[in-house]
């Protein structure tokens, strides 16, 4: 008679295994997410000390002058309008930068455009100095439901490598949006060389990545998880990603990601004291 019940019992211990090792599974996940958010902001190292130092040497030159010429009312003031410019810039960047390499994000939902202007923020060097034309045709308001350090990690990793491939011969980066049904659908789209076509396939496995065709490439290499990551963070959302076209006049990733109501603004009616 006990035999059922140790049956149970140790049906009822599998399924705390399996539960365990389902938290533990997930911990990974998180910490490789997290992990590889922090390895972008590395590879984004150098483009960002650049555009500082771009943005620094200006900033002691106005106020080398001025201290040359402290006579000089205009000068003075010419120095601390470009001073103040640059700081804010400089901090702007900054504040993009610990936005995306935080730990926790609480939010669901984003709005695109917002998103969109922390990932450009974040990577500070505009795509025009590497001979890039940027279109975004993107409609007023559109908000998603996915996490939008998820969302600036996936965009991140997906115009990173887009800058990557037309950084040496320029070419057009375009991304749009249209609402198809309850979802969006985000297109990243390049005029690149495209992806080999004995990768394709394979491109959002893990540890696959293409070859740089440039043996004196200063930087450095991906691991081949950005992509396998980017479709773990569009998956978690309930959405898609996939190779749309990629021959050798171009990319063209495509997102479907659910769509989010817009929140609902309280607007505070007290009277004024």
């Known amino acids: 008679m006990a035999a059922p019940l140790d049956r149970l019992d140790q049906a009822e211990a599998l399924l ?8 533990q599974l997930r ?3 998180d910490g ?3 992990s590889h958010r922090l390895a972008t902001l590395g590879t984004m190292a150098s483009i960002i000390a650049h555009e500082f130092n771009n943005i620094l040497t200006p900033m002691i030159s106005y106020c080398q002058m001025a201290q040359q010429a402290p006579e000089d009312i205009a000068m003075l003031r010419k120095a601390v309008d470009k001073s103040l410019a640059g700081a ?3 901090a702007s960047i900054s504040s993009s930068m610990l936005g995306f390499a935080r730990d926790s994000d609480e939010a669901d939902h984003c709005r695109l455009d917002q998103v969109l202007d922390e990932v450009f923020n974040c990577m500070a060097r505009p795509p025009a100095r590497d001979g890039i034309t940027l279109s975004i045709h993107i409609p007023e308001n559109t908000w998603l439901a996915i996490s939008p350090v998820n969302l600036q990690q996936v965009l991140l990793n997906l115009i990173l490598n887009a800058r990557q491939v037309m950084r040496k011969t320029g070419g057009r980066l375009n991304i749009t949006a249209s609402r198809r049904g ?3 659908l985000l297109e990243i789209a390049d005029t690149g060389p495209g992806i080999p076509a004995d990768i394709l396939a394979d491109v959002f496995k893990p540890f696959v990545t293409r070859r740089d065709p440039d043996p004196d490439a200063t930087h450095s290499r991906g691991t081949g998880l950005g992509l396998a990551i980017c479709r773990d963070l ?3 959302a ?3 990603i996939r190779v749309a076209r990629s021959d050798d006049t171009g990319t063209t990733f495509e997102l479907t990601i659910p769509a989010a109501e ?3 603004v309280i607007e505070d009616d007290t009277p004024a004291a």
Do not use: D
């Open 238 to 240: 309930e959405g898609a």
């Open 262 to 264: 817009a929140p609902t």
């Open 27 to 29: 911990q990974l996940q």
């Open 16 to 23: 705390q295994q399996l539960e365990s090792v389902e938290t």
């Open 234 to 236: 569009v998956q978690r």
């Open 88 to 90: 804010l810039k400089a």
């Open 32 to 34: 490789l997410t997290r």
């Open 182 to 184: 309850p979802n969006i």
